[in-house]
């Protein structure tokens, strides 16, 4: 898992152009959103938009859930691999 940890870490720096950020400036643990990293709900659509294509998997905007999926890189990590499973 840490290692798709890492990728996820990469991905929002690449998606979000967040210059000046490395993958180990990101806490796996802290929120994405608000107070950890910063990131807004245009973040998220963006950051969505990756993720899905990434690692071809289902993301529903009508899913109450899925703002907890996105909660922090360990839950989105958690997100992805259940999908994976799934298929």
């Not at 152009?17 to 959103?33: H, S, V």
């Not at 703002?67 to 259940?82: D, E, G, N």
Request: aromatic share 6%; net charge negative.
């Amino acid at each position: 898992m840490q290692q798709l940890n890492m990728e996820i870490k990469q991905l929002i720096i690449d998606t979000l152009n967040l210059e000046g950020i490395k993958t180990e400036d990101i806490d796996t643990d802290a929120p994405l959103f608000g107070d950890g990293l910063g990131l807004d709900s245009i973040d998220a659509l963006e950051l969505g938009l990756a993720v899905k294509s990434r690692y071809n998997i289902v993301l529903s905007a009508e899913n109450q859930e899925i703002r907890q999926h996105f909660f922090s890189v360990a839950t989105l990590s958690a997100y992805i691999r259940s999908q994976q499973a799934a298929r």
